[in-house]
């Protein structure tokens, strides 16, 4: 898409954008205060800050869930600004997955239905070449024994493994997650931030992570530190840990080993 001779457009690129709830009110309030921000293709990156700083608000206004009041948002060098709510939801399908802090999966389906959810809903029926992506991103983030599972059979962890390949479904090129692991223990957290970093080691799928816990921010690569509307860190994470998403082992990762015989 890039003209030759100038650099590719960074995946995000927002540029002093602000944010007001309760416009014109006597509550209005500006929440997020001038945010300049880049993140190219490729990135691992940790948003960090104390609650209320505007982590969520920022993450749907790069989401596209939520317009900025003003500024300026270019992702993958299409502007934001200028796109009618019909445009931005297409580009948010083709550019865009989510993992919330709650899984959000139907109760009344199968973990494998819930991959393929996305697509039904696209496309009005669930093509086969959808089920097998479906079934693949689901064995890629250790669930091939648990396809056929509804929600309330699974872990915490498990759930939002599900919530990962749902994300991945259509292949976007920026994951974007909200205290992906904020409902979770210790050892739940590990298991889904193994599959995050290995589905952006894998698939190079871009991601930015809010998250409260800070041994797990340490090993994003990047850090930004939003406070109180406002950029007050962003830096490079140092890292000494040897990649995570290697030495961890991954949890019922068994995909051959099938003993309910489906
Ligand atoms: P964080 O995710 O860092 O906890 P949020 O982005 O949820 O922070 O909220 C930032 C600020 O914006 C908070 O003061 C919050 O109360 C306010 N806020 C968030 N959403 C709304 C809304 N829909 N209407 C009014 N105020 C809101
Ligand atoms: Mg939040």
Redesign the pocket.
């Known amino acids: 898409m890039s003209t030759s001779g100038t650099p590719p457009a960074a995946l995000i690129d927002l540029a002093d954008v602000r944010?007001s709830?309760?416009m014109g009110l006597s509550?209005e309030?500006e929440?997020?205060h001038g945010i300049t921000l880049q993140v190219a293709r490729g990135e691992f990156l940790a948003l960090i800050?104390?609650?209320?700083?505007?982590?969520?608000?920022?993450?749907?206004i790069v989401g596209l869930l939520e317009r900025m009041t003003s500024g300026s948002y270019h992702i993958g060098g299409t502007a934001v600004n200028a796109l009618d709510d019909k445009a931005l939801t297409l580009l948010r399908r083709d550019t865009l997955g989510f993992v919330f802090q709650f899984h959000h999966l139907l109760p009344a389906f199968s973990a494998l239905e819930n991959v393929t959810m996305p697509g039904l809903i696209r496309e009005g029926h669930v093509s086969r070449q959808q089920r097998e992506r479906a079934r693949e991103l689901l064995a890629a983030v250790g669930l091939a024994n648990a396809m056929d599972k509804r929600p309330s059979e699974l872990s915490g962890g498990m759930q939002q493994r599900v919530a990962i390949a749902r994300a991945l479904v259509f292949d976007p090129p920026l994951v974007l997650a909200?205290e992906p692991t904020g409902n979770l223990d210790t050892a739940s957290s590990d298991e889904v931030f193994v599959e995050l970093r290995r589905m952006h080691k894998e698939r190079g799928t871009s991601f930015i992570i809010?998250t409260h816990d800070p041994r797990l921010a340490a090993r994003c690569d990047r850090l930004v530190e939003?406070v109180d509307?406002k950029i007050a860190r962003d830096e490079a994470t140092a890292r000494t840990a040897p990649d995570p998403g290697s030495p961890v082992p991954a949890p019922t990762d068994t995909p051959a080993d099938r003993p309910d015989g489906h």
Do not use: I, W
């Not at 800050?49 to 749907?60: A, I, Q, R």
């Open positions: 944010k709830y309760n509550n309030a929440v997020l800050g104390p609650s209320g700083s505007g982590k969520s608000t920022l993450l749907n909200d809010v939003l509307g």
